[in-house]
């Protein structure tokens, strides 16, 4: 997502399993489904058209059938049927009840309808059955933080990067979390990482620029806005909070003209 939301908070990661499984036995015949367009395809409504037939084909059970719904729930996720994607999750989880991964992305279904609550229970359960989940875990920080709950937050953010250092989301939720709580070097730290990792992620650069302007840092804000205006030149965060460090070196013509920008992008962002 581009919006407010993920410059904030960190990337919630939908986690997808495949299974090659595509020859039942039915009777003496032998039926084969193009089960792989259900679990393989990148092409979120092909995923939905073959996981429906193989559902629906009464050819599927028990994990094999709960496999198909998982994929089609994460088919539904990514189109952002989010209501529909937990349906396919339940189904999932009531054919495989120790199916972590299908617990983290109904969490993170739950998680993008603002329901907190509701994810972190996922979540719980998905670390329950996997206490290697690394993905889990960092969702569960999401979450927490956007409860404003940051101490939680980073404990989960801290997990999860003992099990993946190179985890950029829980990285990048850690640093957001410690700049809430006022932690600017540490936030700054977990920046580098990020970028470090993935050298286009806009939005952690924008947030450093966040993260030094609070320490009064105002030229190495402006160099990280200007990198992340370079790599999203639609960013309305970074264009705005470089203006403010204009303003607060007295640029105010290069101010105005960030403001300008903004307001071309967003016309109702009053701040601008």
Known sequence: ?????????ATLVLV?????????AIGKRVVTLDITKCHKSTDSDIVISYCTQAIESGQLSGKSLGFAFY?????????????????????????????????????????NKWDYDRA?????????????????????????????????????????IRLNPNHVAALYGRGNAYRRKGDYDRAIQNYDEVIRLSPNHANARSNRGIAY????????????????????PNHANALYNRGNAYKHNKDYDRAVLDYDQVIRLNPKHADA
């Open 120 to 160: 972190i229970e996922n979540y719980d359960e998905a670390v329950r059955l996997n206490p290697s989940h690394a993905d889990a875990f960092s969702n569960r920080g999401i979450a927490y933080a956007r409860k404003g709950d940051y101490d939680r937050a980073i404990q989960n953010y801290d997990e999860a």
């Open 16 to 24: 997808v399993v495949a299974t090659n499984e595509s020859v039942w």
């Open 71 to 111: 994929s089609r729930g994460n088919a539904n996720y990514e189109k952002g049927n989010y209501d529909q994607a937990i349906q396919d999750y339940d189904q999932a989880i009531r054919l495989n009840p120790s199916h972590a991964s299908a617990f983290s992305n109904r969490g993170v279904a739950y998680a």
């Open 213 to 232: 302007a609070r320490k009064g840092d105002y030229d190495r804000a402006i160099e990280n806005y200007d990198e992340a205006i370079r790599l999203n």
């Open 1 to 9: 997502m581009t919006s407010i939301r993920q410059c904030l908070f």
